[in-house]
């Protein structure tokens, strides 16, 4: 498979969720204090990420 979810535990000891597409991480989240949390996180990408608008914070100087 190309792209997954990864759960993993930092240097801290909290979980994390990075997401990863071809072997590059594409993005990880905040440290979680447990394991369920860091699911929850996924879950939550998965149901709210596919239609979530796209906010470009760029400005252009003229």
Known sequence: MAHKFE?????AGEFRVRFKYNSEV???TE?????????NAI????KNGPGAPVEDNTTSQA
């Open 7 to 11: 759960i993993y535990k930092d240097k």
């Open 26 to 28: 594409m993005f990880s």
């Open 31 to 39: 440290g979680y204090s447990s394991k369920a949390s860091a699911q």
């Open 43 to 46: 879950d939550s990408i998965k």
